[in-house]
């Protein structure tokens, strides 16, 4: 197939005959593997496919020939990724870099305010540093032209996460004219700010290492450079340390790139991703993809595409999968909860977190089932690439449908509400499933255009079954409790659940179209539109700090201001 040199965020291709296979890379202590990413590659027009050119019946077939049939399958398959505009081009990857760099240098003016604010000694201040890794599909290279950026500020050991992180970096970026729409996430399991730098949606986390220097290329697989930090830091950080570890475990990394963005339009096209939902999350795509790879080192991208189908249509779930010279599970570390474990390679105790339920798991074992039928035989004449990409027929499916409709007064409230809601999803579907059985439940957020206030609509499949009217009052009482009693602390909308039939959907319900959208969770600090008291530090009165966000901040700062 086509290969490409790997460079840090282009491609060129080669000719399909030029053996290339990227040397096994060596981080020195106190490095990390350059980053990789990919920008649109300029194919030239891929022949038509000639009947006449395979074999006829009673000959035996030159392995020569069967070399370049799968040659020219991967490459229409790459054009094929390119026609769907899966891949960003050169001024995207370009705008996505600058960003990172002007988010590297904001990091480190905020480090060395924080050490003067601290009062550290001068020679400190002038040697104390922080940085920004990159993880998610941008640190895998596998990102999309309208996905964001999944970014880790990693600070020394006297910048803390309330205050410094929340109060004083947040004041920082919120006065740059590149940043906008930055919101505190401070109630998820990995507490983040997100925002838009330049129009591209950031999400950042914190994690503090007990360190004063924290270098460029830090090398986060290093235990040294982990040791005593605290939990939320260490799960901050598995993102950062598993794109490592799974670049540094392909045998090809550009083969790997491609893989993942085909399974990962596969799994939205088929309805079978969002982990909020009980599907395939980033990670879990990635990881099987590299598992594919490590089995197939020398293979095309379209031989890996059906070994993808074939490994996992036939796998013995809830057998955990393991990349090979990962870290691997020590006795009783399986997570005998999850009914499809994915184990992360950086770490013999972690898995990465699902919500797979019944439902959801039937649905994607049926999915790759499908996929393994349709990929068997690559090389047979009326093979098409759309069939494994056809959008998931759920009109087609689904007799009925559970409406799920979320709404606020205000716009602005509408994704903190949706946002969490969707945080707790696993939880009505597992109600649902009690009282339904199976419930397919679709990832893609529609608007109801009729609706006199922002909305959100959800419509999950079910199957004739004990749900009716009287079932769905008493699973919404369950689930808006839960809500209730969750802690939620933004501004409450409204949910209202439903029962539709098919030939009921509202006009706006296009669900059989592949769309795939999604609203992030982003509920604000709870008083973010109050006016919020500025903060001076007390060793430097004069010195104006930042606004805190509540009274308790307030307090905070001023304990060690």
């Known amino acids: 197939m086509a290969h490409a040199h790997r460079s840090k965020n282009s491609v060129a291709l080669i000719h399909p005959q030029q053996s290339v296979y990227p040397p096994v890379l060596n981080a020195p202590v106190g490095s990390v593997p350059r980053r990789f990413g990919v920008t649109n590659p300029s ?3 891929v022949p038509p496919f000639d009947p006449a050119s395979l074999p006829q019946p009673g000959f035996v077939l030159n392995p020569a020939v069967l070399v370049g049939m799968e040659q020219r399958r991967s490459l229409s398959l790459l054009q094929f990724m390119s026609n769907e505009g899966l891949i960003p081009s050169p001024e995207e990857e ?23 604010q601290r009062r550290r000694p001068k020679q400190q201040i002038s040697v104390t540093s ?48 590149e940043v906008s729409e930055i919101h505190c996430v401070k109630d998820a399991k990995v507490p983040l700010m997100r925002f838009k730098f330049d129009g591209i949606s950031i999400d950042l986390p914190y994690a503090q290492l007990r360190l004063l220097y924290v ?84 293979a095309n991208l379209n031989v890996l595409i059906s070994s993808f189908f074939k490994t996992f249509s036939g796998w013995p779930w809830p057998t955990p999968v393991a990349l090979e010279g990962g870290r691997l599970p020590t006795e009783g570390t399986r997570d005998t909860r999850a009914l499809m474990p994915i184990q992360l390679p950086c770490s013999p105790y972690e898995y990465c977190h699902s919500n797979i339920t019944k439902s959801t798991f039937y649905r994607i074992t049926t999915e790759l089932t499908l996929g393994h039928a349709l990929t068997r035989d690559l090389l047979r004449l009326d093979f098409d690439w759309n069939d494994i990409f056809e959008p998931f ?25 949706v946002g969490w809601v969707k945080s707790r999803f696993w939880l009505l579907l597992a ?26 609509v959800f419509f999950w499949g079910v199957q004739p079954g004990r749900i009716n009217f009287s079932d769905i009052d008493v699973v919404e009482d369950f689930f808006l409790q839960n809500i209730k009693n969750s802690g939620y602390q933004g501004h409450p909308g409204k949910m209202v659940l439903s029962v539709l039939p098919t030939s009921q959907l509202p006009g706006y319900a296009q669900l059989d179209t592949g ?12 008083d973010y539109h109050q006016p919020r008291l500025p903060v001076f530090s007390q060793h430097l009165p004069l010195y104006f700090v930042g606004y805190a966000a509540t009274n308790e901040d307030v307090k905070r700062l001023n304990a060690w201001s």
């Open 43 to 45: 194919f030239g027009p």
């Open 94 to 116: 370009l705008k996505r870099k600058n960003a990172i760099e002007k988010l590297k240098e904001i990091v480190l003016t905020w480090v060395k305010r924080v050490a003067w």
């Open 130 to 177: 922080a940085t920004i890794l990159t993880y998610g599909s941008y640190g895998l290279g596998v990102h999309g032209p309208e996905s964001d950026i999944d970014a880790l500020c990693v600070g020394p050991f006297f910048a803390s996460m309330a205050d410094d992180f929340f109060i004083v970096l947040r004041n920082m970026l919120e006065r740059r004219p």
């Open 215 to 298: 270098p460029d290329n830090l090398d986060v697989l290093n235990p040294y450079f982990l040791r005593n930090i605290d939990e939320t830091s260490w799960k901050s950080l598995s993102g950062v340390r598993a794109n490592e570890c799974i670049l540094q475990l392909v045998p090809n990394v550009e083969n790997f790139q491609s893989m993942v963005r085909c399974v990962k339009l596969w799994a939205k096209r088929r309805g079978v991703y969002g982990n909020l939902f009980g599907y395939f999350g980033g990670v879990h795509l990635a990881i099987l993809a590299a598992f594919v790879c490590q089995r197939n080192p020398h």
């Open 393 to 417: 027929c759920y009109s087609k499916k689904y007799s009925r449908f559970i409406k799920i409709y979320l709404s606020s007064p205000n716009q602005d409230h509408l994704g903190d509400w």
């Open 431 to 456: 109600k649902v499933e009690e009282v339904q059985g199976l419930c397919d439940p679709n990832p893609t957020e529609f608007i109801d255009p009729d609706s006199g206030e922002p909305n959100v």
């Open 515 to 526: 769309s795939w959208k999604r609203t992030k969770a982003c509920w604000r600090m709870s």
